[in-house]
Each structure stands twice: as C-alpha cells, then as structure tokens.
C-alpha cells in the first residue's frame, strides 16, 4: 500500500506540475491481476483499484499502514465496477455487480475477496474506504436502483445525471458517501460554477474516456487554480481546501467518492465565476 501526504493550500502554489500529479493525482490505481490501493493522509481515505484475472483478489489489510487484523476491522467500504461482470465474496456471501454497479461492506467484514466473471474482459472494481464508527450492513446497490439527480443544460454543455448510491437518503454508512455522474452526449463540464467542500474530502475517478480522450481536471483554491490532465481510470484527491471542477474533451463518466465531519450532499460551498483565476 503506497502512503500518500496531499500537499497544503500554501505549498501547492510553488509546485510543478509533476509534484502537483505526484501529490494529488493516482495515476496506476489500475492493474490486471492485482489490487492497488492508497492511504492518504486526506480524511484516511484509502483508495483503489483491483482488476482479477487469475481466480479471486483477497483485500487485506497491511500491517505497517492500518495496524490491523483485517481491512475492514474498523473500516467501511464502496466499491463501483467499471469494467465487466465480476463477483465480490464478503463473509462467504456472493454479490454479483454488473457493469456500474456498487457494494457497501459494513464494518467487521473479515473476508473480502474480488472475481471476474469472465478473465478474458475482467471486472474492474473501483474501491474507496473510510474509517468507521458504527456498524451497517453489507448492501447491493443495482445502478437502476440508484437515486437519480438530472442537473445541468445541452445550452451550457453540462447536462449530467447524479447517481446517488451510498448516501443520507439511500444506503447508510458512517461517513462514506458515494455515487458516479454520467455526462450527456455533447456535455463536457463535469460541474460549474465550482465548489469546495470545507467539511469534507472528495476523490473524483474518471472513466470511460477513449484512448485518446483527456478531463482537464480544476484544482486549487478559487484565487489561484491549477490544472492537472487525467486519463482513463485515474483518480484524484481533492482536499477540503481545493475546488474541483473539470472539463473533457468529449462526454465521460466519472466516480465521486466524500468522507469527513458529515453526509449531506449538498452541503458545498459554491465559487462565483468573478472569483475563480
């Protein structure tokens, strides 16, 4: 497990923007045959990304970074596949997840294993985890069940359905929040005006982008923003501190995942275009 420190609201001005990527983006999350995960010191969030290919992928805790029996002792999980049909065993209880599909595992969950239905097109599981207080049960969540949320217009090139998975009004974590947003044919503008969250961490992961296809991903505070360029299936850690916004070069998808003081979506302090530079 790689340890990452995000840089702070001061230090990020004076960085290049290799140290920018090096602080805030996660850019290998993804890897046939292997779970990749990353602790960051940003709400002790862990993120990751496991693709099996070769029978099942164990997620297990590290001793050095988590001191802990097993990944979920004192943890909750999201988990959203992006890639083809696959299975996560919990507990020896199997759950089948379908393209956009999502898993909560509640904490005390012993055995976490990840499978692909077919090795050949794999299952590519997308894994964000927040320290937990309480326990909630380990819950399904179909994409045709998830709360939809329409916002956004075709006339400012934004228009993007919200799917809303583990939250207030759906299924229940601790701290955890999570869902992906879908950008309509023509739409590039994942969200604008920008916002920050002051209460909170958000972790966006993006996806279904072509080959050649790139997100120009917003950071930074409002009087002095910075931009990183993302690709398929990379994430990146937006602290508190930090707006984020993005643009792309066609429509795409992207996974946003929260943790910290509370669970309230809307709860974001907007950014007026007369203050973003």
Known sequence: MEVRYTADQVRYEMMSTQELRASFMLENLFKKGKINLVYTDADRAIIGGAIPVKGELK????????????????????????????????????????????????????????????????????????????????????????????????????????????????????????????????????????????????????????????????MGRPEASRHLVMRNEQAVISPSWSLHAGSGTKNYAFIWGMGGENQEFTDMDAIAMKDLL
């Not at 239905?117 to 207080?133: E, G, L, R, V």
């Not at 005006?193 to 993006?206: G, I, K, L």
Request: aromatic share 10%; net charge positive.
């Open 59 to 218: 997620l297990e805790a590290t001793k050095k970074e988590m001191a802990a029996s097993f990944f979920a002792q004192r943890r909750e999980v999201g988990v959203i596949n992006v890639g083809k049909s696959g299975e996560i065993v919990v507990d020896g209880k199997s759950y089948k997840l379908s393209n956009r599909d999502g898993l909560y595992i509640g904490r005390g969950s012993k055995k976490i294993s990840f499978k692909s239905k077919d090795p050949k097109n794999p299952a590519h599981f997308y894994i964000q985890s927040y320290p937990a207080h309480k326990d909630y049960p380990t819950t399904l969540i179909k994409m045709a069940d998830a709360n939809q949320v329409h916002l956004g217009s075709p006339e400012q090139a934004n228009e993007r359905i919200i799917y809303q998975y583990i939250h207030e009004n759906g299924v229940k974590s601790c701290q955890l929040v999570l869902g992906f947003t879908q950008l309509a044919s023509g739409c590039v503008w994942n969200t604008m005006p920008a916002h920050t969250h002051q209460r909170r961490t958000e972790v966006y992961m993006y996806f279904d982008l072509a080959k050649d296809d790139v997100v120009i991903h917003l």
